[in-house]
């Protein structure tokens, strides 16, 4: 059975319209499942977010590992890695696997869980992103990614 | 098994008329495992999850994501239809949505709501709706 890691992470520094918020990239060597994901808001202030593939290839800066779920496990980090900054910067998709709409309160989340699985190849990145014409994109929210490899 | 999700904003508002849908191609029988409904703007809304009493036509119908990206699916979703899709008989799911920006639920099909070939599954505006209400689907074919 593959491992579980996890990462919270946050808070985001990014705002604005089209603005990518988060992600997690897999490593060059292997892809990753990513199975569950979550954005909470730390501040007040509605926001509309998209989840989606990298349109194109980006390097994260102050990358993070994802923790194991399990301290038994051999390998107590994820090959993928976590970021809220980037250079150059991810480029959001232009179709999403998810998107939502907040309400402006803190604390204001969504948990989406996917059960199989969306495959990140080696390389390939899933992001947050802010999308559409709506409310600004508030910054300071608190992400979470979980992954098996 | 490919799975696959896409989102799309809905755009009609009008009552008793379809907001958006999945619809199958006309070689496979996609089970839907998930849909999703979340408000974008704060208008109250109600809306039903049901099969189309016809076979719509979709114009710019979306093809949905795979999540795998070494497959290739072939379901799409629509919010406008050069045949538009006529009532369900029945609705598998409705719910009414408080007037507030981020409410909404996700209905999950462990085992799969099966849509037979060419057919539609619709969310289907029975009131007067929001403008723009994030909808996704997943599918597996």
């Not at chain 1, 918020?21 to 499942?33: E, L, Q, S």
């Not at chain 1, 199975?35 to 808001?41: D, F």
């Not at chain 2, 099966?114 to 074919?141: C, F, P």
């Amino acid at each position: 059975m593959p491992a579980v890691y996890s990462l919270g992470i946050g808070p985001t520094p990014v705002i604005g319209t089209d603005a990518v918020i988060a992600d997690v990239k897999a490593w060059a060597t292997g892809m990753t499942r990513l199975h569950k994901c979550s954005l909470n808001l730390g501040v007040s202030g509605g926001s509309d977010v998209l989840l989606g593939r990298s349109v194109a290839e980006h390097i994260q800066i102050g990358a993070q590992r994802l923790s194991t779920d399990d301290p038994s496990d051999d390998i107590y980090h994820s090959i993928a890695t976590c970021a809220v900054a980037w250079s150059p910067i991810p480029v959001n998709p232009t179709t999403y696997f998810r998107r939502m709409s907040t309400g402006s309160n803190m604390a204001a989340q969504m948990t989406w869980v996917f059960p199989s699985g969306i495959i990140i190849p080696a390389l390939g990145a899933i992001l947050f992103g802010g999308v559409g014409t709506g409310a600004p994109n508030a910054k300071n929210n608190y992400v979470y990614w979980e992954v098996t490899e | 098994m490919s799975l696959g999700s896409l989102a799309i904003q809905t755009t009609v508002v009008t009552s008793a008329a379809a907001a958006e849908d999945l619809k199958a191609p006309s070689t496979l029988r996609p089970k839907i495992m998930e849909v999703g409904i979340n408000l974008a703007a704060s208008t109250a809304s109600t809306y039903g999850l049901g099969r189309a009493g016809n076979t719509p036509v979709q114009t710019a119908g979306v093809t949905v994501l795979p999540e795998d990206p070494s497959d290739t699916m072939a379901s799409t979703v629509a919010v406008a239809w050069g045949t538009a899709p006529t009532v369900p008989t029945n609705f598998f799911r409705r719910i009414g949505l408080a007037g507030t920006t981020g409410v909404g639920v996700i209905w999950t099909f462990p085992r799969g709501l099966v849509l037979a070939a060419s057919a539609a599954m619709e969310i289907w505006n029975l009131a007067t709706n929001s403008a723009a209400t994030n909808v996704w689907w997943t599918v597996d074919e």
